[in-house]
T-cell receptor, first 113, second 112 residues
Framework: NAGVTQTPKFRVLKTGQSMTLLCAQD?????MYWYRQDPGMGLRLIHY???????AKGEVPDGYNVSRLKKQNFLLGLESAAPSQTSVYFC????????????FGDGTRLSIL | GENVEQHPSTLSVQEGDSAVIKCTYS??????FPWYKQELGKRPQLIID?????GEKKDQRIAVTLNKTAKHFSLHITETQPEDSAVYFC???????????FGIGTKLQVIP
């Protein structure tokens, strides 16, 4: 049981390049989330999903797209990377059936030059 | 939407002393208040959470209190140890599938 796995762990991009971050969970959780973490700003929600095939915008969705084609996977895409998207990205998941805490992955450190 | 304010942003205590971190929230619909600990370079991990029908919860050296009327909740760590050094985040939200909003974090340093 690996929990929440994020790939890649590190990546350096040039401005304008695109990439996809992958989040996979093996806990059969219904809900999944993408956050970005910047110094002094805590964790800010980018997008989230309440089930396979559904996605919704969080606090800071601009410049990002997501997809949840399979229940266990939640993908975060940057179509045209900008230096302002340099951050540490965390994926999290949580189960249904009441109120439960979110389980986080190890993060992806993304630098955009 | 929900707005969570957390303070202090940094906190230094001597080993063995207590540490208190305070958060306020704005949305009266919030019913779930988790606290996460994040060590340097690691993932946030839940250390304790509380629901709105409970005023206080303890787990060994950690306790959380909630005042729904005043819309504030606090984390208390007693007998602090060097391994308690980390960034602590509070969060608030309705619970269930609905998102929680995080505070900006408190960097706790325990001085041996």
């Amino acid at each position: 049981n690996a929990g929440v796995t994020q790939t890649p762990k590190f990546r350096v991009l040039k401005t304008g390049q695109s990439m996809t971050l992958l989040c996979a969970q093996d806990m059969n959780h219904e809900y999944m989330y993408w956050y970005r973490q910047d110094p002094g700003m805590g964790l800010r929600l980018i997008h989230y999903s309440v089930g396979e095939g559904t996605t919704a915008k969080g606090e800071v969705p601009d410049g990002y797209n997501v997809s949840r084609l399979k229940k266990q996977n939640f993908l975060l895409g940057l179509e045209s990377a900008a230096p302002s998207q340099t951050s540490v990205y965390f994926c999290a998941s949580s189960p249904t059936g009441g109120i439960h805490p979110q389980h986080f992955g190890d993060g992806t450190r993304l630098s955009i030059l | 939407g929900e707005n969570v304010e957390q303070h202090p942003s940094t906190l230094s205590v001597q080993e063995g002393d207590s540490a208190v971190i305070k958060c306020t929230y704005s949305d009266s619909a919030s019913n779930y208040f988790p606290w996460y600990k994040q060590e340097l370079g690691k993932r946030p991990q839940l250390i304790i959470d509380i629901r709105s029908n409970v005023g206080e919860k303890k787990d060994q050296r950690i306790a959380v209190t909630l005042n729904k009327t005043a819309k504030h909740f606090s984390l208390h760590i007693t007998e602090t140890q060097p391994e308690d050094s980390a960034v602590y985040f509070c969060a608030a939200g309705p619970g269930g599938y609905q998102k929680v909003t995080f505070g900006i974090g408190t960097k706790l340093q325990v001085i041996p």
